[in-house]
């Protein structure tokens, strides 16, 4: 069986490691919001695309929730003695990533080779698509400060100011990353993974031929909602529906994929609260989509397989 | 007074430390060797004005002998898990030096200028002149290997192959960097310090007008001998006279610098052991040379500084 799934960093990982699990080998690939990509100190980060490498390679802090276990600050100490900026945390261990990406694209290697080069040091079986080789910039309008570059909303602002809508600059003349869209047209079953709408799958979306070629699939394509009784496991997703005069709900989840999604997995809390979704044809499944442990993963990723 | 020395890395960072401490604020310059500078895994790391930073600043390790004391390697296991090289160590602090000058030159600030901001940031009263803003790079011509860009030959090879010579590519068309010439017209005293005269001194020389400002000025230039009983404290000072066919002693290195040199301290043990140094007019002091302890440097650097 071939799944795609997309996501972004944290929540929509967490998915995608238990897909990664249940699935046999080569069978997953994992289209990766870039839209956060921003240099930094030189160095090109790409947030989701190294939160879904640390996941699926058993690295991730599931504590802190976001970064590599035992990672260590020496770095960010010495860059604030040597008056460095310090606002955006860099941790020893992901130093190596950073460096070694800013290293291959400056050697003309594309993001999506790689992505995928270090995925085999790190003996990942998924296949992990960068939405696109060109850059995408996810830029936050809101109504304090004008428009903003993403990682200034997010972690300097840490998401406070109003939102009014999104951009992402790039995305008109962006391209899929090679083998992207053929990986849809393989599909059997496409899985929208739980993150941001706005920030993290309306990016992917975004780039020319994804949404057209989900639209077009014949896979059946599962979303598992991020919004839990009206409110983000993680994130501000709640946050910007209500800044944007929605009531975040599944049912405004499913909404924004509404061209495309078959099946949204709701939680538990919210059962019978799906009325607008059915009426446009999208089937509901009610399930545990809070994931805490590993079990909860692997169980959340099987019944998403199961339609 | 005006005082500018003139060294390499570790051996010369001791007593450029000696000479920090004895002399009053913003009396000393410091001109350090860039030849050994290279690129790593994309960022532009320059040991010699690492070390003398480091040093100047208190932090440098004395028992490793290099780098900075607490150091941690995070970074590195990170890059080997990666499938990135490993050949080079870059310490988690030590790399907030060198991110921040791939960005400052990536965005046009000169060498001399960061290294200016940088000694600032950490409060260290000594200028550090890099010996030009342009790339100059040491190249070593070897019997076993041919010519070889110096960190492949010092680290990589652990300076093993037999030297033949040496060649600083770019010398010809490298300019000193800005102040530097004037430093050395107004100083009153100038210190080759026990750096390594083929690897460290020369190229600094071979800048044009370096030397010719050295025969030029009217200060008394004061070296001290890093062969100390027919050996090296560290390194292959030693070893690289005797692959040219040279005896070590502080007469071969004094005869190196005989168009400028007014005094060579040479240690207890080579005391008469420095007659070709007489026959061209070099003064010769003898003194403790070997800087195990604080206190040795600064009675070394009194003692240059007394002449």
Known sequence: MRVVALSGGVGGAKLAYGLNQVLASDSLSIIANTGDDFIHHGLPVSPDIDTLIYTLAGLND?????GLAGETWA???????LGGDT?????????????????????????SVFTDRIRNALQISARIFPMSDTRVSTLVETVEEGLL???????????????????FDGADAAK???????????AQKIVICPSNPFISIDPILGVPGIRQALVKSAA?????????????IKGPTAKMFRELGVTPSPDAVA????????VMIVDQVDAGNHKLMNSFGVQTEVAQTVMRTADDKLALAELALRF
Chains 1, 2 share one sequence.
């Not at 059946?220 to 983000?232: D, L, Q, R, T, Y």
Request: hydrophobic letters at 40%.
């Open 149 to 167: 570059p993403f990682q200034r909303y997010f972690v300097h602002l840490k998401a406070e100011p109003q939102v009014k809508g999104f951009y």
């Open 87 to 111: 606002w955006f945390n860099l941790g020893d261990r992901d130093l190596a990533m950073h460096v070694l990406r800013r290293e291959a694209l400056d050697g003309g290697q594309p993001l």
């Open 176 to 186: 899929p990353c090679p083998g992207l869209i053929d990986a849809i047209h393989e």
């Open 255 to 262: 909404q924004k994929y509404s061209d495309f999604l078959d």
């Open 220 to 232: 059946k394509v599962v979303a598992v909602s991020p919004i839990v009784g009206g409110e983000a």
């Open 62 to 66: 599931s504590d802190r929730g976001w």
């Open 75 to 81: 770095f960010m100490e010495a860059m604030g003695s």
